[in-house]
């Protein structure tokens, strides 16, 4: 089965830095999410990607799958404290992306001091 | 996008009644799908909700323990059955349109 592996599982930065949160998979990924969640709370969508290569930014959240499509980083730019919570990550878990069930990591969480 | 309510946003709830949450998504969808979220875990799928034909349950969960309804494209029904405290989570429908969207969450605490 694939697993998802999330690092770091935790992050603690100073309001206007830059971070990186990495989503390592054990086999090709053929579709990879990211989502935010607040604590106790539903899953925000950020985005979906899909290619090799593929990057997508939303706001000052940019997320890049790598060519070999085993591994997805996710960048804030000067991060805010909007920023905060859990950061996870999601795979279709069968290959070809068409059973649309999701396989995900353990989350990262984010801390962002003012 | 899709847009998805559940009801309740929490329970507590006692040991041994049921639960049943409600999810109603703003557009027709073919697929619901039913995850849970124990307390400091990610994300696990119990079951994928099709209109008009019986749920697909996922290795360890059952349909005795957790009964789905789907009666109509927008709207799914999970039931927690005869509940433990090991059952406290938070659970979650979703829908697949193109890409999965989520809903709020129902946070469910049984003492």
């Known amino acids: 089965s694939q697993e998802l592996e999330q690092s770091p599982q935790s992050l603690i930065v100073q309001e206007g830095k830059n971070l990186t949160i990495n989503c390592t998979s054990s086999k090709t990924l053929y579709g990879l999410y990211w989502y935010k969640q607040k604590y106790g709370e539903g899953l925000i969508f950020l985005m979906m990607?899909?290619?090799?290569?593929e990057e997508k930014s939303h706001e000052k959240i940019t997320a890049k799958l790598d060519e070999k499509k085993q591994q997805s980083s996710l960048h804030i730019t000067a991060s805010q404290p909007s920023h905060a919570g859990i950061y996870l990550c999601?795979?279709?878990?069968?290959?070809?992306?068409?059973?649309?069930?999701?396989?995900f990591g353990k989350g990262t969480l984010l801390t962002v001091n003012p | 996008s899709a847009v998805i309510s559940q009801k309740p946003s929490r329970d507590i709830c006692q040991r041994g009644t049921s639960l049943t949450i409600q999810c109603q998504v703003d557009s027709q969808v073919t697929m619901m799908f039913w995850y849970r979220q124990q307390p400091g875990q990610s994300l696990t799928l119990i079951a994928t909700a099709n209109q008009g034909s019986e749920a697909t349950y996922e290795s360890g969960f059952v349909i005795d323990k957790f009964p789905i309804s789907r009666p109509n494209l927008t709207f799914s029904t999970l039931t927690v059955s005869n509940m433990s405290p090991e059952d406290s989570s938070i659970y979650l429908c979703?829908?697949?349109?193109?890409?999965?969207?989520f809903g709020p969450g129902t946070r469910l605490t049984v003492l």
């Open positions: 979703s829908v697949d349109v193109g890409e999965q969207f």
């Open positions: 999601g795979a279709d878990a069968y290959s070809g992306g068409s059973n649309y069930k999701l396989t």
């Open positions: 990607l899909q290619k090799g290569g």
